[in-house]
């Protein structure tokens, strides 16, 4: 057996177990296609959505000419055993809908990817994408022109592949993207943050099950920062007090008294299975001077993580972006003059970098062309003073970081580190915990002068 192929079926084996652990009886179902219907009736794109609660709104449809098919399909409650068969026929290309069967193409055998086999992910909801024929002929435009007019003609109407594709949230037909099932679902148990506190040595958690899950299924560990020895590592899930059924969630409650808690990590799994990574922290004992100083006048950062994670003003972003800095042991200094980086930042020992911020990928040209022509005349003035030094250059921009994946590879090119909304909401979390700028900052250009360029890794391993 080749070695794709066992990877495949170790992919495949790792999302069953962890699906045969999560689903139970109470789930929604939503599944999405495009597809064609000559001959076989070939998928082209399609997602299969499995969550633990009920569908917000009815969006059922079905659009079908003689040649394609498009349509959204919903269930609830579901019973375990359905759900399975239908993840069992997606991981064989298949997609059983009533009245319709759709099909993956492939010469070669289906790919199978996951993203649960990502190691550092904070939270690790189920994921699969089954891939069919690389190698597929695309439609013509002849053939997309008359879907456009058919989906405008059609019961919902759409206009067009590019209106139903936003609708449906898949990739257009007429697109490079290789034919594809996705399967995406949320866990059956999970923490709610809001509500979990860590005070006075102890942390008191909350979580909520669905009522059809088997709550001896849950696992949970907490860690102690900087605690006592192993008796700051501790398995907690015998101690949770699961309620009654209300409003169909149970409720599971756990206090847990610990040594030198400032911080306490926590980590919920099912089986064997994670579903979410998370710190909490003790506010009154925040190591992080410059935190308590800044909190003091905004409290709880409200203002920052609107300005960073929310707001369209740029200059507001600018300034977010640079106190969140700041939090983290650099020295910013935002430029008032328009021909300069929005930020220049040094590091305790000495090391520049400047930062230019953006929210939209328009900007990502200018962007990078600004940020290599300020590196090359900094570093030129650097050394003519007899000062020589080596200056970083990052970009930082608000968008996830699936929406900007090639413009990530050519920052990469031009050695140029990269932090996107991911990387941005999980600094908010390390705020509280003291960091090492310059250690963050000699990760962050191993990075991306490494295989992966995926952010800036942290002394504990997680990414910024």
Known sequence: ????????????????TAADDWLCDGYSIDV???????MVGRILQAKIALAPLKPGFDHRFQIRTP???????????MKKAALMETLAAALDGRLELPGNSFKLQAIQPLDYFSEMAFRDRWFSPLHMQ????????????????GIDNALRLATPPFDGLSDASAWLDLPAPGTITPPAINIHGSPPCDLIFEQCTVHDNRIHLILHAIEGFDVDRVRLAVRAVPGLGLDARQQVAARINWSGVEDGLRMGTATIELDRAENVFTMLMIGSSVIRRQWFIDSTKARNSRLLAVRHFDRD??????GVLEGQDSSKFELGVAALLFLLGFSPAVQLETNAPDIIVATPAGKLVIVECTTRIADFSAKLGKLVDRRGDLTRALAASEHPNVVATVLVCRLPRDQIAA?????????TILLTLENLEQ??????IPNDPDAML????AQISGPSGDGVQLQDGSML
Request: with cysteine; proline share 3%; glycine share 6%.
């Open 427 to 432: 600094a908010f979390e390390r705020v509280r």
């Open 407 to 415: 413009e990530a590879e050519e920052l990469r090119r031009h050695g």
């Open 32 to 38: 999405r296609y495009f597809a064609e219907c000559a």
């Open 67 to 77: 040649n394609f098919a498009v349509g959204q399909a919903q269930g609830y409650p």
């Open 301 to 306: 950062l409200k203002m920052i993580r609107q």
């Open 1 to 16: 057996m080749e070695t794709g192929d066992m990877n495949n079926d170790a992919t495949r084996a790792a999302f069953w």
């Open 442 to 445: 000699d990760n962050a250009i």
């Open 130 to 145: 089954i891939t069919g024929d690389r190698t597929a002929p695309l439609l013509t435009s002849s053939d997309l022109a």
